[in-house]
Every structure is written in structure tokens, then in C-alpha cells.
């Protein structure tokens, strides 16, 4: 037994989405699913000046994913924009799941630990996707209602990075808990993995999960 988890308590999973549960970024993707490929590739030609900002450390990732969704969803359907997402996280999203994610992610559910999904992508697809892999809960980034429409902008923060590790402690505030394990791919996923148990990074070389040190 870990220090600071409770016996008898139940154990938690944390679980990254792009990378971890998927093979690649999900983001980019639905934004085409939404707009279609001639609106999507004319969109990227004009967003493509913040993407390479981004790419090169000049601009923080959570101003440069405001300003892409912004140019891609503003003045979207709430109505028709959630029932994009919902097929999209039914038709598409299994087309790009990682088979060991997925593996590690059934284990913990055998095994009756809370499977909680953490991830910058947004909620007007994950919350769908999580829903129906019996996920308990899900922790992400969320789009802003305008009225009727959602017009691009994030409520809060993009969950990332820090982000991820704060909303979880946020999560566990009050709960009682055993053990803690989260799994993550990327740099950005480095403080939720440090604030667990046990976590665990995927090794692209190797193509497992090992132990994050």
C-alpha cells in the first residue's frame, strides 16, 4: 500500500486520451469531421501561421488551441455541433485506438478500479466516447456555450500540462482513495504522472507502457 492511500479504498486510474487510449491526436481530426475536408484544408491555410508558433515554442499551447477552434467551431449549432461529436466519437474514435491503451484500460476495470479519462481534447466528443467505455467520470477541456451556438471558446483552461494534475487533485479533494495510477504519452502528461502512485508512459520505441521516473 502506497503512502496516503487508504486500504480498503478504491483505486483510481487516470487515463490521457490522444496518444494514450488513441494512436494520434484526435483534435485536428473532428475539426475536419465537422466542417468538412474543403472548409477544413481552406481553415488550416489560414491557421497554419499559429500552428507553426506553436510548433516552435512561440506561442503557449493553450492560446494557440484557442485560436484554431475559434477559426473552426465559432458560430456553430449546439444542436448539430454535439450530434457531430457524438458520431464522431462512434464512427470514428475507434478507428484510431491504441490496442495496449485500451488492454491497460480494460485491466483496471476488471480489476474494479475508478477509470477516470483526463484529456485537453474537447468534451462535445470525449464525453460520448467515455460514457459508453465505462469510464466514471472525465476530465477535460470544455467548450463555452453562446446562446444556442458554441462559438470556439474554452470555459476555464485547456487541460493541459499543469492543468491536468490540478483538475485531479480537485477530482480526489474529499474522496477516499487507494492507490493512484495514470497513463500519459507526452511531455505534457509529466505532472499528472508525477502526482500518482504508479505512472506509467507510453515508450514509443519500445511500443509499451513502462514506469515513469
Known sequence: MMPGATQGAPSVAFFDF???????????PFLKYVVGSPTYYTKLALVSPVLAAYLAKILRNDIAKQLVLRH?????????LQEKGDRF???????????????RLRRHQKLGHICVLVSASLDVYLNSW?????????????????SSKRNGKIIDKNCFGKE?????????KGKILGETFAYGDTL?????????????????KQGKFVPFT
Not at 89 to 103: A, C, F, K, Q, W
Not at 133 to 141: A, K, R, Y
Not at 195 to 201: K, N, Q
Open 188 to 204: 505534457g502528461d509529466v505532472p499528472m504522472l508525477s502526482s500518482v502512485d504508479h505512472g506509467y508512459i507510453w515508450n514509443r
Open 130 to 146: 467515455a460514457h459508453n467505455e465505462n469510464f466514471e467520470d472525465v476530465i477535460c477541456t470544455q467548450l463555452q456555450l453562446d
Open 89 to 103: 466519437s462512434h464512427d470514428i474514435v475507434p478507428t484510431m485506438l491504441r490496442p495496449e491503451g485500451m488492454e
Open 18 to 28: 490522444d496518444g494514450t487510449l488513441t494512436k494520434s491526436d484526435t483534435l485536428m
Open 72 to 80: 473552426y467551431l465559432a458560430n456553430q449549432d449546439i444542436g448539430v
Open 164 to 172: 491536468k494534475s490540478a483538475r485531479i487533485e480537485l477530482w480526489k
